[in-house]
């Protein structure tokens, strides 16, 4: 094949995927539910996005894509581990004395395990130049969460604006990456944080 040619077709492919990207995003204005096959979690998604999701031995995913906007869940089983080992550090001192609060906020479950998550760098292979800001607590049903904010490029160098979201379960840890194209970042984000604010425990299929 030619030079040319192969100029072309990768000419074509980038332009299927920049047509892609280009899909026009509109602010949510209604709801379908996606509920994990084993239960793990149930979750709303803005209505008229491409959903997709499953799993295998308990270890369920999710994904809801429009546009340059995309909302991605998967779960982690170390995670349970590391809050586990975080919840053990939170009885205080020998003396009885409490714990000081920003320790504590370390020791926390949920803090514990959304930086854990950070430390692993294949979560965070798809960008480059990330940033994220300070976490902040959650409290959806489903149980005590830490979001943050993050800032990154994406693809073809598309500058995105997200937020990273770690929920810890007794056995698993959901892990949520919420992000699209900076343009359209105020078209999701009240969506992004509805779904995450009524995130909760699904129905296992029989």
């Known amino acids: 094949m030619s030079y040319n040619s192969h100029k072309c077709l990768f000419g074509l492919a980038a332009a ?3 047509a892609g990207c280009s899909e026009s995003v509109q602010t949510p204005t209604s709801y379908k539910k996606w509920n994990a096959k084993d239960g793990l979690f149930a979750v709303e998604y803005p209505e ?3 959903a997709d999701g499953g799993g295998k031995q308990g270890i369920q995913w999710a994904e809801f894509k429009k546009g340059s906007c995309i ?3 998967d779960t982690n089983t170390s995670g349970s581990v590391v809050t586990d080992i975080a ?3 939170l009885g205080g001192g020998d003396d009885g004395v409490p714990i000081d609060p920003k320790v504590a906020e370390k020791l926390a479950p949920a803090a514990a395990a959304h930086n854990w998550i950070a430390k692993d760098p294949q979560r965070f292979e798809k960008f480059k ?5 300070e976490p902040t607590k959650s409290t959806p049903p489903i149980g005590e969460g830490r979001k943050s904010l993050f800032t990154a490029s994406a693809g073809m160098g598309q500058k995105v604006k ?3 979201v770690t929920i810890p379960t007794n056995t698993k840890a959901i ?3 919420a992000y699209g ?3 359209d970042w105020s078209k999701v984000q009240g969506a992004y944080d509805k779904i995450f604010d009524g995130m909760e425990m699904g129905t296992p299929e029989m």
């Not at 130049?129 to 800001?133: A, I, M, P, T, V």
């Open 16 to 18: 299927i995927l920049l």
């Open 48 to 50: 008229g996005w491409k």
């Open 71 to 73: 909302i991605t869940i």
């Open 87 to 89: 919840a053990s550090g």
């Open 129 to 133: 130049n990330y940033k994220e800001e």
């Open 162 to 164: 997200g937020y990273r």
């Open 175 to 177: 892990i949520v990456f």
């Open 181 to 183: 194209a900076e343009k």
